[in-house]
């Protein structure tokens, strides 16, 4: 079962990457309730092993693309994320002091800062896309205008899977032209 969680975390992730067309050194925020994902109520269920498949799975498809990914943490740590220090530098993400652990921040969260290369927490991005694994509500981490991508998986394991991209506003009213967005 985790291998088949992974592998299909992995191919929606990969799916949404393509479809937002997202480019090196941008960000994918993740929020992940392995609660959900095991069929049971968000924040009943922690599972470390379901956590650490599911980060695997999308890690793989971000590194390909040179995406960094954003682990959003559970409300107990008040959706603070995690991701590579490089990236909060980069984006001058302000870093906070925590760890998460699976009933303190949530397992795929507690996953992502083990497996990240240099894992930092901050309170709060603004992130090129999203997947939302589980009704965990990511949409705070997200650029201004969110699109929906509906991709093939709209589930893993028994969890909701929701996609999001971003674009820029558009300003200027009925003369204004615009690039595809």
Same mark, same amino acid.
Do not use: W
């Given at each position: 079962?985790?291998?088949?969680?992974?592998?299909?975390?992995?191919?929606?992730?990969?799916?949404?990457?393509?479809?937002?067309? @997202?480019?090196?050194?941008?960000?994918?925020?993740?929020?992940? %309730?392995? %609660?959900?994902?095991?069929?049971?109520?968000?924040? +009943?269920? %922690?599972?470390?092993?379901?956590?650490?498949?599911?980060?695997?799975?999308?890690? =793989?498809?971000?590194?390909?693309?040179?995406?960094? @990914?954003?682990? =959003?943490?559970?409300?107990?740590?008040?959706?603070?994320?995690?991701?590579?220090?490089?990236?909060?530098?980069?984006?001058?993400?302000?870093?906070?002091?925590?760890?998460? =652990?699976?009933?303190?921040?949530?397992?795929?969260?507690?996953?992502?800062? *083990?497996?990240?290369?240099?894992?930092?927490?901050?309170?709060?991005?603004?992130?090129?896309?999203?997947?939302?694994?589980?009704?965990?509500?990511?949409?705070?981490?997200?650029?201004?205008?969110?699109?929906?991508?509906?991709?093939?998986?709209?589930?893993?394991? *028994?969890?909701?899977?929701?996609?999001?991209? +971003?674009?820029?506003?558009?300003?200027?009213?009925?003369?204004?032209?615009?690039?595809?967005?």
């Amino acid at each position: 079962m985790m291998e088949t969680i992974k592998k299909t975390a992995e191919e929606a992730a990969e799916e949404l990457l393509c479809a937002a067309g @997202l480019e090196a050194g941008e960000i994918l925020v993740v929020g992940c %309730s392995t %609660s959900e994902v095991a069929g049971q109520k968000i924040g +009943t269920f %922690s599972n470390k092993d379901l956590g650490a498949a599911i980060f695997e799975g999308i890690h =793989q498809a971000t590194e390909r693309h040179g995406v960094y @990914l954003a682990a =959003q943490c559970c409300e107990h740590l008040n959706r603070a994320l995690i991701l590579e220090k490089e990236a909060a530098k980069k984006y001058g993400f302000e870093v906070v002091n925590v760890v998460p =652990q699976p009933k303190a921040g949530g397992s795929f969260a507690t996953a992502a800062y *083990a497996g990240l290369k240099d894992a930092v927490a901050v309170e709060e991005i603004k992130a090129h896309a999203g997947m939302d694994i589980g009704d965990t509500l990511i949409g705070m981490h997200l650029k201004r205008v969110a699109v929906p991508v509906r991709i093939s998986h709209r589930k893993l394991g *028994a969890a909701n899977l929701v996609c999001a991209r +971003t674009r820029p506003k558009y300003i200027g009213g009925e003369r204004a032209i615009y690039l595809k967005a």
